[in-house]
């Protein structure tokens, strides 16, 4: 597995890539891959790290939204670790959100491939951008 | 207050053939959501944004400045110069603290696990009347061909738009006379 850790600091590191977020919203859509299809399974051959400002607001927002065993293994499979479950304090220690932050921030995925874990189809990443697009058999 | 309409100057003529060049309704989609100022970030206050067909990035841009960055932005096109476009729109336009994420997508299929959760759906559809076989592209011509009526894109969307939009969430949608926008209202 190769994985790129670089702080971005030039212009052209300004044009965005993947959130680890992001990921925590895409499933398999393939007709009939109804079950184990989420997460998909990070396979990273680029990431970046880049830098920005720590906004407490966002990360309470966002808290609720995410499914925290996805990241779990989003994370894992990124090489990095996060606590198995959410704290309890989640939403007042700073600390945890400015760690948290950084997860799903600043690490992003500029090439690589997002897997299903039941059917196997592979989800290019590209660029920074996954695509989710399918075929017409598989729609 | 006025907030400014998003530059564009990182564009040349060439870019605007792999996606849309914002028009009238991309300008008349800005004053909306500008005329809205006060119900979106003092009422509806959104978490999850999502807008389908960002194109050149415009609307995402505007709509993330106004709203702030405690919000995540979520822009899913078929076209990939649509989802590079929206990349380059954000950054020229915005701090990198604004979480907006391009994913290439036919319209939210790409993200189905914002089903329920979608607090603002933004979407300037297709809705140029034309020859069947002008639609299902993946380049520009998405951007505009909406099938005979015009509507084909959008009735897509509709068939079970409720699903996506989390309670109390709001649909920003821009129609023109020919789509018959009153019909479209009542179905909803």
């Known amino acids: 597995r190769c994985f790129v850790r670089r702080v971005v600091r030039s212009p052209v590191g300004r044009v965005r890539r993947m959130r680890v977020l992001t990921h925590n919203f895409l499933m398999c859509s393939v007709r009939g891959c109804t079950s184990n299809n989420y997460p998909l399974t990070i396979k990273a051959t680029q990431v970046d790290t880049v830098e920005s400002e720590f906004n407490a607001d966002f990360m309470r927002n966002m808290i609720p939204k995410l499914e925290w065993n996805a990241l779990v293994a989003s994370c894992r499979d990124l090489g990095m670790t996060i606590p198995e479950a959410l704290p309890e304090n989640a939403m007042e220690d700073e600390t945890f959100l400015k760690n948290l932050h950084h997860v799903l921030n600043n690490v992003r995925i500029q090439e690589g491939a997002l897997i299903c874990p039941n059917?196997?189809?592979?989800y290019p990443v590209s660029q920074g951008i996954p695509n989710m697009l399918l075929t017409e058999d598989e729609v | 207050k006025m907030l400014p309409t998003p530059s564009l100057d990182h564009f040349s003529k060439e870019d605007f053939q792999n996606f849309y060049e914002p028009h009238q309704d991309s300008f008349l989609f800005l004053d909306s959501i500008a005329q809205e100022a006060d119900y979106l970030t003092k009422k509806l206050k959104p978490k999850i944004v999502v807008e389908i067909g960002p194109g050149s990035g415009i609307v995402t841009t505007f709509a993330a400045k106004l709203i702030g960055p405690?919000?995540?932005y979520f822009c899913a096109d078929?076209?990939?110069k649509a989802c590079e476009a929206t990349l380059r729109t954000v950054a020229a336009n915005l701090t990198p603290n604004h979480a907006v994420e391009p994913v290439r997508s036919d319209l939210l299929s790409g993200i189905r696990r914002l089903k329920?959760?979608?607090d603002l759906l933004l979407f300037n559809p297709p809705y140029v009347p034309t020859e069947e076989s002008e639609t299902g592209r993946q380049d520009v011509y998405a951007a505009w061909a909406g099938g005979p009526q015009g509507t084909d894109t959008l009735k897509r969307l509709m068939?079970?738009?409720e699903s996506w939009i989390a309670p109390g969430g709001c649909f920003f949608?821009?129609?023109?006379?020919?789509?018959?926008p009153q019909k479209i209202a009542q179905e909803m």
């Open chain 2, 173 to 180: 949608l821009i129609a023109v006379t020919e789509n018959n």
């Open chain 2, 78 to 80: 078929i076209n990939p």
């Open chain 2, 159 to 161: 068939e079970d738009i």
């Open chain 2, 70 to 72: 405690q919000a995540a």
């Open chain 2, 116 to 118: 329920g959760k979608i």
């Open chain 1, 119 to 122: 059917c196997s189809r592979s």
